[in-house]
Each structure stands twice: as structure tokens, then as C-alpha cells.
């Protein structure tokens, strides 16, 4: 950099230096002392630097798109770090609480007997798992999801009234604004890759989706039929794995349609034997 005793000009390539400087993680002092013993005055230094800095990051916030609004969203009561919750006809074992992403590992939300009943009314029902289709608003099959699948509607008998008041409760949350519940089967080799629940903003099929209920704000996922080895419910950003224990199921809450939910899971490989699962997803408003 050069100087004069004249009227000294900010040049493109001085406030490209600035910039450099900032992302180098060199504070405002350092940077401006470098400028004053390369000759620069100590106002114009000043006003170059200030100029710059505030310019760019006006540019990097233009660039990052804006949060999508907080949600309300289901959340269980563990003000006080209860061992046990009441969910109305069963008392369901706090096996882990995590905040960040919020997430409620619950043991012994179903029985045994209820697992088999679902496995049996779902079986014949049985199809190729789709994928929601974001960009259209409908269904498709996805090869990352690879497993079988159905629907039951909600409340479609005494069985699943009575499952879906125990979640309602369990998490605060209406049976109304539950979809219906989901069975899956999952065989050998068989696995669905890492994903969100959520509805994807950006995407120009998500506005039709939305209609139905609003947002997906938060998933149960209920293990029903235990594989010999994997089938785990996995969040991989932040190095948590749950076991498929029959009875068993996890709870992942989203207030925001965004990574930054952190709420990225998946179901690894089932590596030898057969898993079931049940899936409630659960909406912001009643779901029709």
C-alpha cells in the first residue's frame, strides 16, 4: 500500500485487504495499525475500514436467506425430570431427553401385545413405501427409502383410538392434529437414508401439502418388531443412535422448516432379521 501527503484515494484492492484481513480473523486494531505503518492517515484509515466492513457484511446478510418463523410444537412435560410420564391408560419410562435438537427416547409407550395387533392388521395392507413429492405435492417411490408400508387412517378403530389419546397426552399435543398412523416393515439390506420430516419451503408442491394441517412439527417413531442386528434410528449431526427395542419409541420435535432444526435422521440397514415401525407425524393444525 502507498501513501501521500495529499488527499489519500481508497482503492478497490485496499478494501479488498480489509476484507482479507477480517475473514483472517485480525481484528479492527490490528488491521487498523497495519494501515498507519504503511503510511495511511489515520482518518482516512478509519472511514476505508468502517466503509468496508459495514458494506460487507450488509452484502453477507442480503446473501443468507431468512429463518423460516418459529413454530409452537409438541413437547412432553419434563420440567422436572420425571422418570416416569402419565399417558392416560399407561405409565411411559423417560429413557433420554436431549434439547439441541429436542429429541425423547420413551420406553414402554406400546405393549407387546398392541405391537403384534398392528403388525397384523397392517400386513395385508402391505406396499413399496412412497415418498412425499415435494415438487408436485403428490407421492413417489424414492430409492432411499426401501422398505414396505402402509396407512391407517386416524381413529380407524378402538386400537388406534386408544394409541393416538396415549400419544396426544404423552406429548402435549391433539390427536387431531396427527396424521394417520404409518406402519413399516423393513427386511434384510433394507433401510431409509438420512432426511427431514418437514415440508420443504422451497419446494413448489409444499403450498398444496400445507392445506391439509399445516407444517409437520414433530414424528414418534414406535418400534414394534425388533431386528436381530441395525435397523437403529440414527441422527447423524449430532452422533445419536437409537435402538429399535420393541415398545419402544422416539420423539423429534422441528419449530422451524430448516436444518437448523439439526433434526437430519435416518433408519440404518437392517442387517439381519425384520424391524417394524409405527410413524405419527404430527401437524401444526388439524389434519384433514
Known sequence: MSSSTSTQKVTPQLRQWIIEQAQAGH??????????????????ATDAMEATLRGHLALESAATPALPPALEVPEPDLDD??????????QVHVVLSMAVPRVVVFGGLLADQECEQLIELARP????????????????VNRDRTSNGMFF??????????????????VNWPAEHGEGLQILQYGPGAEYKPHY??????QPGTSSILRRGGQRVGTLVMYLGEPERGGATVFPEVGLEVAPKRGNAVFFSYER???????????????????????KWLRERPFV
Do not use: C
Not at 425430570?81 to 399407561?90: E, H, I, K, T, V
Not at 430448516?258 to 409405527?278: C, D, F, N, Q, Y
Open 153 to 170: 387412517q386416524r381413529g380407524e378403530n378402538e386400537l388406534l383410538q386408544r394409541i393416538e389419546a396415549r400419544i396426544a397426552r404423552l
Open 27 to 44: 481484528g479492527a486494531p490490528a488491521v487498523l495499525k497495519a494501515m498507519l505503518a504503511a503510511g495511511w492517515q489515520e482518518e482516512v
Open 257 to 279: 422448516p430448516h436444518p437448523s432444526s439439526r433434526t437430519l435422521h435416518g433408519g440404518t440397514p437392517v442387517m439381519a432379521g425384520e424391524k417394524w415401525i409405527a410413524t
Open 197 to 202: 420430516d418437514y415440508f420443504d419451503p422451497q
Open 125 to 140: 395392507r402391505l406396499a413399496r413405501s412412497l415418498t412425499v413429492q415435494t415438487e408436485t405435492g403428490g407421492e413417489e
Open 81 to 90: 425430570s420425571p422418570l416416569y410420564l402419565d399417558a392416560g391408560d399407561r
